[in-house]
């Protein structure tokens, strides 16, 4: 299935494609007593995936190839089906085996209490296993190996998804960049948070960004989110879901980017952290060696320093009310924005509230 075209990226295959084929060489086992070596499945627009099944029992294997796509991380993992005769006609009950989540909170695509096995793929599965068995009625028992394990590198336990990975793909091919993954995994996390009741949400850029607004704060309900590099998606989305406020708040290191105008904030897309502190600092009235000083930092860390050793701390409440400016341009001023400094230790170095 997956190929290399020239000065191209080698695509891979999703996990519904490999539950969809695993699942299509168990009910040919279940009908026949042959256990294939290869079967092929077709995605929703009618694209064939030709793949190797391997038969432990009367369950089968696919192995998942994510392409070039290494950060993907189920690349390399078993995916198994199992597939049994139930009584009636036309019901297919997907079940969550080993290493397969289960929905535990409302606003995702599949109800609490099912297995995380996304539409499409359920799709998928159901259109392999009808061309073995058209009529009768199905349970198709979904496992990967050591899928629970893997789900910790996922963002499923910030969405509320336990015991294993998500079953996922829309179109049953990876390709290798993994940017529209984390925006559509944000979009379903704000999605469960706004449906869970809360109408503000915390902002931060990682983990130890939460650690800290958690501590700060005193926040113990789920209304966190992680931006990682996208904080221009998350306030997007926090408009379009209703959020009335969005308190975002990280260490200068990320939040000054957006300061200077950047709302994706991986290195490799932006920078101007120094510039924009220089441009405060300079509107503050710092004397010039004081501003040349923090412009040849290597570290916002000891750029910090150098405005705390020059008594100009004030400088952290402009950049806040700077940042703020952007924030609310970029929601329209539909949403009620908080931003909020923090040092490496957690403690604020300055903030602006909106009213």
Same mark, same amino acid.
């Given at each position: ?35 294939? =070596? ?20 009367? %369950? ?6 994510? *392409? ?36 535990? +909170?409302?606003?995702?695509?599949? /109800?609490?209490?099912? /297995?995380?096995?996304? /539409? ?13 068995? /058209?009529? %009768?009625? +199905? ?43 984390? +925006?559509?995994?944000?979009? !379903? ?8 009741? &809360? ?23 789920? =209304? ?15 408009? %379009? ?14 939040? !000054?980017?957006?300061?200077? *105008? ?10 101007? %952290? +120094? ?19 923090? &412009? ?15 008594? !100009? ?19 329209? #001023? ?12 957690? #403690?604020?170095? *300055?903030? &602006?509230?909106?009213?």
């Amino acid at each position: 299935m997956c190929n290399r075209q020239r000065d191209t990226l080698r695509t891979g295959i999703t996990t519904g494609t490999c539950a969809a084929a695993a699942a299509k060489a168990s009910a040919i086992f279940l009908v026949s007593g042959e256990a294939p =070596n290869s079967v092929t499945v077709k995605n929703l627009e009618g694209r064939e995936f030709s793949l190797s099944t391997f038969r432990e029992g009367n %369950r089968f294997t696919v192995i998942k190839d994510a *392409g070039d796509d290494k950060s993907d991380v189920t690349d390399g993992a078993e995916i198994s089906a199992l597939v049994e005769l139930a009584d009636g006609e036309n019901e297919i009950a997907f079940i969550a085996g080993e290493g397969v989540g289960t929905v535990t +909170l409302p606003g995702l695509k599949i /109800p609490v209490g099912q /297995p995380a096995i996304n /539409p499409v793929p359920r799709k998928m599965i159901a259109l392999a296993v009808r061309e073995v068995i /058209p009529k %009768r009625s +199905l349970k198709v028992t979904v496992s990967v190996k050591n899928g629970e394990e893997l789900a910790k590198r996922t963002f499923n336990p910030r969405l509320g998804i336990v015991g294993g990975i998500s079953i996922l793909g829309t179109t049953g091919v990876v390709k290798p960049m993994n940017e529209r993954a984390i +925006l559509d995994s944000l979009t !379903l996390e704000m999605s469960m948070i706004r449906s869970l009741g &809360y109408d503000e949400i915390f902002v931060t850029f990682a983990g130890t960004g939460e650690k800290i607004a958690r501590r700060n704060f005193h926040i113990e309900g789920r =209304n966190v989110i992680q931006c990682v590099n996208y904080p221009g998606h998350v306030l997007d989305e926090a408009e %379009r879901f209703g959020f009335t406020r969005v308190i975002i708040c990280g260490q200068p290191g990320k939040l !000054l980017k957006v300061t200077a *105008g950047s709302f994706i904030t991986h290195s490799k897309a932006s920078d101007g %952290r +120094l510039e924009a502190l220089c441009t405060h600092l300079a509107l503050t009235g710092a004397c010039q060696n004081v501003i040349a000083s923090v &412009y040849r930092s290597n570290t916002t860390s000891e750029a910090i320093e150098i405005i705390k050793s020059g008594h !100009l701390e004030k400088v952290w409440d402009n950049i806040a009310e700077a940042t703020w400016k952007r924030c609310a341009e970029r929601v329209n #001023k539909a949403v009620k924005i908080d931003v909020i400094f923090f040092d490496t230790e957690g #403690k604020i170095l *300055g903030a &602006y509230h909106d009213e």
